[in-house]
């Protein structure tokens, strides 16, 4: 355990700040460059696992357990919503046949 | 602290490897190495019950989700449709530029960072519960209700409708 907190103490938290928006960089590029409706879904997977890892970090330097719990009600919107997204893409594919992000522009009433 | 970067450095190259890899399974497998990275990075900010949160909920259930889904449609690299070299350039320029942005905002941002309280009780169960269940209450409880929500909007959407099939 001491080894630990001595491993976190040399870590800047100006690092952990940049570390998580390069990841959440990267899951708005993923979001931007590919079709797949569910390569999408998992680049948004991506950006809400930076924000909490940032939370974690937060907490972490300042001693306070609330960030903690913030990171719990992500996770468990991160699940609701991989559960209704992922429905939705498989009601899409069923009309469709297709997970394609531009068979969605035509949606029809 | 060279364990801290040498992780950052595996999640970036993991996550990269997740938005350019072609094949859709081989992205997905990519993502639970990434959140594998991440949860080593949770034992190392001293959040042990979030880290085995972290491992059961994320690599063990929403990435076998996304894995069931992916094979249940039969997708693979034949039907990976293809935008267009243009659209990806702008769209790595886009977030180049955001990064940047974000960076140049943070350089405002007068992070000591080397106060870090020595309490590494924080992320344990016990502490985590006596926060959850007296403060958080009420969002624990509306949370309940989003989950029960999503399972019945998920069931209601995938059902296959027999009138309209």
Redesign the interface.
Known sequence: METIVQEIQGVPLNHYILFCSLIFTIGVIGVLIRRNVIIIMMSIELMLNSVNLLLTAFSAHSGDPSGQVFVFFIMALAAAEVAVGLAIIVMVYRNTRSVDINALNRLRG | ?S??YFV?FL??FF??M??FAKN?VH??LY?VI??FT?TI???????Q??AI??FI??MG??MV??LF??M??N?NKD?????SNL??V???I???C??VT??GS?RV?Q??????????E??LVG??GK??FS??LL?FEI?SI??L???V???L??K?DPKNA
């Not at chain 2, 039907?79 to 935008?83: A, Q």
Request: avoid cysteine; proline fraction near 3%.
């Open positions: 602290m364990i801290f950052a999640s970036i996550a990269l997740t938005i859709p992205s997905v993502l990434t959140f991440f990075h949770y034992i190392l900010l001293n959040a019950f979030l949160v972290n909920v994320y259930a929403i989700l996304f889904v992916l249940l449609l997708l039907t990976e449709p293809l935008k659209v990806k702008m769209g790595v886009a977030g180049m955001l990064l974000l960076a943070f941002l992070a000591t960072g080397v106060d870090i309280v020595e309490n590494t924080i992320g502490n985590l926060v959850l403060e958080f969002p949370s989003l989950l929500t999503a399972m909007g998920a069931v959407l995938a296959n």
